[in-house]
């Protein structure tokens, strides 16, 4: 069975596995369910544009997803359509973390995440009355489909202290394309036996430490975890494994967006493969 049908039988699993129904309680700014709880922050209004966040919080050993899940999982879907006067919105995305279980591996968070907003009205002297439909996951043993409706209004007298400084929070945890030590030095592609690889080169990860990688990029590629593979002069080489590619020039001309971490520290890379 190849990694897409694998990843298919286990979304077909994670529906029949529903032990409690998640549904939808009456439109508000939050919602509980069995494994996790959803809500929009009150954040804050800067030139023009909202800073607001979505937050998923779970118990235990529960996870929810980043947007490329792994071998099983499904990301958040993020639906604005049904919001007013609101132009556009951009999510964010903080750095994930690797887990592997019976399943496989799967990338994404355990028990606090928030997935800070941009958000940019249509008309800036009026309220946005955001609304969102969102779709998502959660696993442990089991994995549980969620499906929540939500609202907030925000305006000039909206803001939150502590929701401002949890955003504040996790938009520090966010990759961006430039820090103060990491750095991506070269990242070509490469085969490796029956499937090609992704080699990427970094600076700058402390002595016995390591990173991680993550790549989305082609709908049906998928980047294993990295394999370091040579480490001299301060560089490190890593390897990751694509599966659903059966040659490097398949993913010529495709868009990748890269991210690496360390145990402190992440970076984020966009590049075209050539």
Known sequence: MNHFAAQALACLTLVASLSVPARTDELGESAQFSHSTVALLHGAENGGLWQTGIQIKLPGNWKTYWKVPGDAGIPPDFDWSGSENLDAVKVYWPAPRRYRDQAGESIGYKHNVVFPITVKPKQVSQPVDLRLKLFYAVCDDICVPGQAELAIQL??????????????????????????????????????????????????????????????????????????????????????????ADRPDALKDQDLDIVVTTADAAISYRMTIE
Not at 182 to 193: T, Y
Not at 217 to 240: C, N, V
């Open 155 to 244: 305006s000039k007298r909206d803001g939150r202290p502590s929701d401002m400084a949890l955003i504040d929070e996790f938009v520090a945890k966010v990759p961006m394309p430039t820090h103060e030590r990491l750095q991506l030095h070269q990242v070509r592609l490469a085969a490796d036996g029956t499937k090609p690889s992704l080699n990427v080169t970094i600076s700058g990860i402390e002595p016995e430490k390591d990173a991680d990688i993550f790549v989305s990029g082609p709908e049906l590629a998928y980047f294993r975890q990295p394999e370091l593979i040579s480490s001299e002069s301060g560089l490190r080489t890593y390897r990751l494994i694509v599966d659903g």
